[in-house]
C-alpha cells in the first residue's frame, strides 16, 4: 500500500546541472501535481496534470518540465539547475482534477543547488 | 494577496485546551476546503475537508465553514503536545476549469504539556 512514492528523497546538485525527480501513484487517480515548498511561502503549484496525456503550467513553472509517463508516473525536470531551486518539492495525487478530492502526497525531495 | 491567507503564527495553546486555527479566502468560487497537518520534515497529510456551511466533526477536530464571510476554522479539542505541526488551509472549486488546491502558508501549533 505505498500510495505515492517520490525518488529521490534527498540530492545535491551543481548550478547547472540537470535531474528529474520522479514520482508514481498506485492509488489509480486521474490527476497529479507537483509543488514546491520554501519556508513562509507555503506549497506553490508548479504542473499539473489534470488526466493522462494532459499537463499544465501552475503559479511557478519557469525553470521546470514535466511529462506524465503514463496513469501512474509523472515526473518534474529541472533542465540547468539554480540555486533559487533549492527547496522540498511534493507530487502529490487526486481522484479528479477539480477541488472535490483531497490529495495525497508523496513524501517529499529535498533539493539543494550549490 | 494570496488567495488563501493563514496566521504563521505559532499557535500556542496548553495540553487539554482548545486549539483554534482560522483561514480566509478571496475567491468565492472557493467551494470545497482541506486542512491538512505537517509535521517537521514530513509530507501534509489531509485531516479534515469541507464543502457546506456550518460545522462539521470528527473526533476531536471539527472544521468550520462561513462562505458569507469567505472564512474557514479548524478546532481542536483536549489538544495534545502530539497535535504540534503546521496546519496547511487549502481551497479548491468543483469548477473544471480550476484543476488545483490553492494551499495557504500555514499556522505553526504548538501545544505546551
Known amino acids: 500500500n505505498a500510495g505515492v512514492t517520490q525518488t529521490p528523497k534527498f540530492q545535491v546538485l551543481k548550478t547547472g546541472q540537470s535531474m528529474t525527480l520522479q514520482c508514481a501513484q498506485d492509488?489509480?487517480?486521474?490527476?497529479m501535481y507537483w509543488y514546491r515548498q520554501d519556508p513562509g511561502m507555503g506549497l506553490r503549484l508548479i504542473y499539473y496534470?489534470?488526466?493522462?496525456?494532459?499537463?499544465d503550467k501552475g503559479e511557478v513553472p519557469n525553470g521546470y518540465n514535466v511529462s506524465r509517463l503514463n496513469k501512474r508516473e509523472f515526473s518534474l525536470r529541472l533542465e540547468s539547475a539554480a540555486p533559487s531551486q533549492t527547496s522540498v518539492y511534493f507530487c502529490?495525487?487526486?481522484?479528479?482534477?477539480?477541488?472535490?478530492?483531497?490529495?495525497?502526497f508523496g513524501s517529499g525531495t529535498r533539493l539543494t543547488v550549490v | 494577496q494570496k488567495e488563501v491567507e493563514q496566521n504563521s503564527g505559532p499557535l500556542s495553546v496548553p495540553e487539554g485546551a482548545i486549539a483554534s486555527l482560522n483561514c480566509t479566502y478571496s475567491?468565492?468560487?472557493?467551494?470545497?476546503f482541506f486542512w491538512y497537518r505537517q509535521y517537521s520534515g514530513k509530507s501534509p497529510e489531509l485531516i479534515m475537508f469541507?464543502?457546506?456551511?456550518g460545522d462539521k466533526e470528527d473526533g476531536r477536530f471539527t472544521a468550520q465553514l462561513n462562505k458569507a464571510s469567505q472564512y474557514v476554522s479548524l478546532l481542536i479539542r483536549d489538544s495534545q503536545p502530539s497535535d504540534s505541526a503546521t496546519y496547511l488551509c487549502a481551497g479548491g472549486s468543483m469548477d473544471t476549469g480550476r484543476r488545483a488546491l490553492t494551499f495557504g502558508s500555514g499556522t505553526r501549533l504548538q501545544v505546551q504539556p
Open positions: 492509488m489509480n487517480h486521474n490527476s
Open positions: 469541507i464543502y457546506s456551511n
Open positions: 502529490a495525487s487526486s481522484e479528479a482534477g477539480t477541488g472535490a478530492y483531497g490529495y495525497t
Open positions: 475567491d468565492r468560487g472557493s467551494q470545497s
Open positions: 496534470s489534470a488526466s493522462e496525456g494532459t499537463t
